[in-house]
């Protein structure tokens, strides 16, 4: 088991930026898929962005895609999500996940269940 906990949410106004940080403890989360997934009030919880064991692969939803950066850093234990031109629509909470079982990513690295530990949630909110 890892503990992930996010930071770096906060209040921003339409087309400003955040970055988010998941830092990890406990077992190593080297080689791993690891996902950013959000989850707006009274809607499911949505991928974000993907990133393979290495940083070498990364994949984003459409939604997203061109505004934000997901990258990790496996030395320092931690992954970012660099959140640029950000939206009212992109108001939600924020959760880091890892998929102890895939070093790369496939066609199910999107889906919620297939992540083993959830950090707690960062909270951003963007005003029009």
């Known amino acids: 088991q890892v503990q992930l906990v996010e930071s770096g949410g906060g209040f921003v106004q339409a087309g400003g930026s955040l970055r988010l940080s998941c830092a990890a403890s406990g077992r190593s989360f080297n080689n791993r898929v690891m996902a950013w997934f959000r989850q707006a009030p009274g809607k499911g919880r949505e991928f974000v962005a993907l990133?393979?064991?290495?940083?070498?692969?990364?994949f984003y939803a459409e939604s997203v895609k061109g505004r934000f950066t997901i990258s990790r850093d496996n030395a320092k234990n931690t992954m970012y999500l660099q959140m640029n031109s950000l939206k009212p629509e992109d108001t939600a909470d924020y959760y880091c996940?890892?998929?102890?079982?895939?070093?790369?990513?496939?066609?199910?690295?999107?889906?919620?269940?297939?992540?083993?530990?959830w950090g707690q949630g960062t909270q951003v909110t963007v005003s029009s």
């Open positions: 996940a890892i998929d102890f079982d895939a070093w790369e990513l496939d066609s199910g690295s999107g889906r919620p269940d297939r992540y083993d530990d």
């Open positions: 990133i393979n064991g290495n940083g070498g692969n990364t």
